[in-house]
């Protein structure tokens, strides 16, 4: 079995030295001899695994006989130094036989049959099953089917395996130092855990603690760009107000030159210009007074007619502060135009003044844009022209 995504050969060679006896064995002897240059290199037996056959060859490494003494020497399977040669005179041959067809006799002796019959019965070859078994103990068929998934690819699935590992070196621990290389190995892995977990919880403070600073900066960004656009709207509602001012008065100037021949008196002038700054009552005392002042000598029925009009906009409005049907007066209606506009722009002022404003987005339309009328206005509004009508 592979140890942890340590690598295939490693954690074999692991597995061989310590007898199969566990992972936690298997990485206490990967990490004892982590260091040597030969780790990752196939394993390879003395000669005398196979009866002294083979040529000469270089002395092995830790990789051929187990691993490094506690001096850091290299160590051979019958428990020699790294430069002495294999039993037989003669250097490493492999556990493999490339010329062999079988598994040998001794791994044939030591895996279950009943497993491997039930192996095979599932497409398996025979050497690919009898390999599994022998190198997983014939723990189970589940354990050996998991070994052959991992190692479908290896290049040498299908190789037997020929050389009987019994002879081979065993590690130079005792079972003692091994269990102790192993808990040592279990400490260092609960250390490095425990450092990781603590500073990927310092990197998701990090990133908490800057997700909100930028939630506070867009927030902040938000406002000021909502408070830019109050202010420009704010401005174009001014520029709006003192434009329609202006046309109002140069209106009032006109119709003065018209009914008197002469420029109006600086006095009314100044007042018409300051109306606007009054409080809504006084502008609809203003704008009553205006009409009375402009029309109750020269066109009393049409005055009264005007004013009787607008009391019954403002009478319905009042009567019904919630209905926005009644908060509505089209210029285009036949009564307004018939009655009311004849003596504008007073008579629009002073729907203005009592809450009937004009609507942007419908210029034919004098509406009361609040969800509820001024009653207490336009009943003011109504005293005023009650004591004009009366005296017409």
């Given at each position: 079995?592979?140890?942890?995504?340590?690598?295939?050969?490693?954690?074999?060679?692991?597995?061989?030295?310590?007898?199969?006896?566990?992972?936690?064995e298997a990485e206490a002897w990967i990490e004892a001899n982590k260091n040597d240059p030969e780790i990752d290199k196939p394993l390879?037996?003395?000669?005398?695994?196979?009866?002294?056959?083979?040529?000469?060859?270089?002395?092995?490494?830790?990789?051929?006989?187990?691993?490094?003494?506690?001096?850091?020497?290299?160590?051979?399977?019958?428990?020699?130094?790294?430069?002495?040669?294999?039993?037989?005179?003669?250097?490493?041959v492999p556990m493999e036989d490339v010329n062999a067809t079988e598994n040998g006799q001794f791994l044939k002796e030591k895996i279950?049959?009943?497993?491997?019959?039930?192996?095979?019965?599932?497409?398996?070859?025979?050497?690919?099953?009898?390999?599994?078994?022998?190198?997983?103990?014939?723990?189970?068929?589940?354990?050996?089917?998991?070994?052959?998934?991992?190692?479908?690819?290896?290049?040498?699935?299908?190789?037997?395996?020929?050389?009987?590992?019994?002879?081979?070196?065993?590690?130079?621990?005792?079972?003692?130092?091994?269990?102790?290389?192993?808990?040592?190995?279990?400490?260092?892995?609960?250390?490095?855990?425990?450092?990781?977990?603590?500073?990927?919880?310092?990197?998701?403070?990090?990133?908490?603690?800057?997700?909100?600073?930028?939630?506070?900066?867009?927030?902040?960004?938000?406002?000021?760009?909502?408070?830019?656009?109050?202010?420009?709207?704010?401005?174009?509602?001014?520029?709006?107000?003192?434009?329609?001012?202006?046309?109002?008065?140069?209106?009032?100037?006109?119709?003065?030159?018209?009914?008197?021949?002469?420029?109006?008196?600086?006095?009314?002038?100044?007042?018409?210009?300051?109306?606007?700054?009054?409080?809504?009552?006084?502008?609809?005392?203003?704008?009553?007074?205006?009409?009375?002042?402009?029309?109750?000598?020269?066109?009393?029925?049409?005055?009264?007619?005007?004013?009787?009009?607008?009391?019954?906009?403002?009478?319905?409005?009042?009567?019904?502060?919630?209905?926005?049907?009644?908060?509505?007066?089209?210029?285009?209606?036949?009564?307004?135009?018939?009655?009311?506009?004849?003596?504008?722009?007073?008579?629009?002022?002073?729907?203005?003044?009592?809450?009937?404003?004009d609507v942007e987005a419908e210029p034919e339309v004098f509406a009361i844009q609040s969800s509820t009328a001024d009653g207490w206005?336009?009943?003011?509004?109504?005293?005023?022209?009650?004591?004009?009508?009366?005296?017409?």
């Amino acid at each position: 079995m592979e140890v942890k995504g340590l690598g295939v050969i490693r954690s074999e060679k692991a597995c061989w030295f310590t007898s199969n006896k566990g992972v936690a064995e298997a990485e206490a002897w990967i990490e004892a001899n982590k260091n040597d240059p030969e780790i990752d290199k196939p394993l390879r037996l003395p000669k005398e695994a196979e009866g002294g056959a083979g040529g000469g060859g270089s002395s092995s490494s830790s990789a051929a006989a187990g691993g490094k003494d506690a001096d850091g020497d290299a160590v051979m399977a019958d428990g020699s130094g790294g430069d002495s040669k294999g039993a037989a005179e003669g250097g490493d041959v492999p556990m493999e036989d490339v010329n062999a067809t079988e598994n040998g006799q001794f791994l044939k002796e030591k895996i279950n049959q009943t497993m491997l019959k039930e192996i095979m019965d599932m497409g398996f070859a025979q050497v690919r099953a009898e390999k599994s078994l022998f190198l997983t103990d014939s723990v189970g068929v589940e354990h050996a089917i998991n070994w052959l998934t991992e190692h479908l690819e290896d290049a040498d699935i299908d190789k037997p395996i020929t050389v009987d590992p019994s002879i081979a070196a065993k590690p130079k621990m005792s079972k003692e130092e091994a269990e102790a290389a192993a808990l040592e190995l279990q400490a260092k892995i609960k250390r490095e855990r425990e450092a990781r977990e603590k500073l990927e919880a310092k990197d998701r403070e990090k990133a908490r603690i800057e997700s909100e600073k930028m939630m506070r900066e867009t927030a902040a960004q938000l406002a000021e760009e909502q408070k830019k656009r109050d202010i420009q709207e704010r401005d174009r509602l001014k520029r709006e107000h003192e434009a329609h001012a202006a046309q109002l008065k140069e209106q009032l100037r006109l119709d003065y030159i018209e009914r008197f021949g002469k420029e109006p008196p600086a006095e009314e002038e100044k007042a018409a210009e300051s109306i606007y700054e009054k409080p809504a009552k006084q502008q609809v005392t203003y704008w009553v007074n205006q009409l009375k002042k402009n029309y109750a000598t020269s066109k009393p029925g049409e005055l009264k007619v005007c004013l009787t009009t607008i009391k019954a906009y403002a009478n319905n409005a009042k009567s019904n502060p919630t209905e926005s049907k009644y908060h509505r007066i089209k210029r285009d209606n036949k009564a307004f135009k018939e009655r009311v506009a004849p003596l504008a722009p007073e008579s629009e002022e002073l729907l203005r003044a009592m809450g009937f404003k004009d609507v942007e987005a419908e210029p034919e339309v004098f509406a009361i844009q609040s969800s509820t009328a001024d009653g207490w206005l336009l009943g003011e509004g109504i005293k005023f022209m009650d004591l004009v009508v009366n005296k017409l």
